[in-house]
C-alpha cells in the first residue's frame, strides 16, 4: 500500500511540476516592437532595423543602415546557398571557380540592389528623462526576390560573355529554379 501511495505522489508531483506555465519575472514586461511583422517570404525579402540617437534623423538613418545590413547578410546567405547548390548539381567542371565568381558578383549585385529596396514601415518613438530626448527609429525594408535575381542575371549575362568558362557552366533557367526554391526555403526558415 506505502509502494501506491509513494508511486502515486510521485505521479502527481511531476504531472503539476510538467504543468507549470511560464511566469514573467518580477518586473518583465512584454514589448512591442514596430515594424517587426514584415517577415521574409519566398517573393520578398525583408529586414528590420531600429537605433536610438537624441538626433531624429540620426535614429533613422541609422536604422536604415541596420536594415541594409540585415539585408545584405540574408541575400548573401540565400545566394551563397543557391551558387553552392547549382555547382553541385550540375556537377560543373571546376565548380571552385565556379563558386568563386558567382560570390563576387552576387557581392556587387546585392550593393547594388540594396539601394533599390524600398521601406514599408517607418516608425518613431520619442523617450524623454532626465537626460533629455532620444529618438527611437524602426525601419523594415523590402526587396522583391525577382527584382535581385534580375539584377544578377544581367550582371552574370554581362560578365559571361567575357568569361568562355562560365559561359559554358552556367544555365540561366536552373540557375533561377535553385534561387527560386532556396528563396522559399530561406522564407520557412530552413
Known amino acids: 500500500m506505502k509502494k501506491v501511495l509513494l508511486i502515486m505522489a510521485a505521479a502527481l508531483v511531476m504531472v503539476s511540476c510538467g504543468s507549470k506555465k511560464a511566469t514573467p519575472t518580477k518586473g518583465e514586461v512584454e514589448v512591442n516592437v514596430p515594424c517587426k511583422e514584415f517577415k521574409t517570404d519566398k517573393k520578398t525579402i525583408r529586414a528590420n532595423g531600429n537605433a536610438i540617437s537624441p538626433n531624429m534623423q540620426n535614429a533613422t538613418d541609422k536604422a536604415l543602415a541596420a536594415a541594409r545590413r540585415e539585408m545584405a547578410t540574408s541575400v548573401e546567405s540565400v545566394v551563397k546557398r543557391v551558387v553552392e547548390t547549382y555547382a553541385s548539381s550540375y556537377d560543373l567542371d571546376n565548380a571552385a571557380d565556379f563558386r568563386s565568381k558567382m560570390q563576387d558578383m552576387a557581392r556587387i549585385v546585392t550593393n547594388q540592389t ?6 514599408v514601415c517607418d516608425k518613431i518613438t520619442k523617450v524623454e528623462d532626465k537626460d533629455g530626448v532620444m529618438y527611437h527609429a524602426y525601419v523594415a525594408l523590402e526587396l522583391t526576390s525577382n527584382e535581385y535575381l534580375e539584377a544578377l542575371t544581367k550582371e552574370t549575362n ?9 559561359r559554358t557552366d552556367f544555365e540561366l533557367d536552373k540557375f533561377k529554379k535553385v534561387f527560386e526554391e532556396e528563396m522559399a526555403n530561406f522564407a520557412e526558415g530552413k
Open 114 to 119: 540594396l539601394r533599390g529596396s524600398v521601406p
Open 158 to 166: 554581362k560578365r559571361i560573355s567575357d568569361d568562355e568558362k562560365l
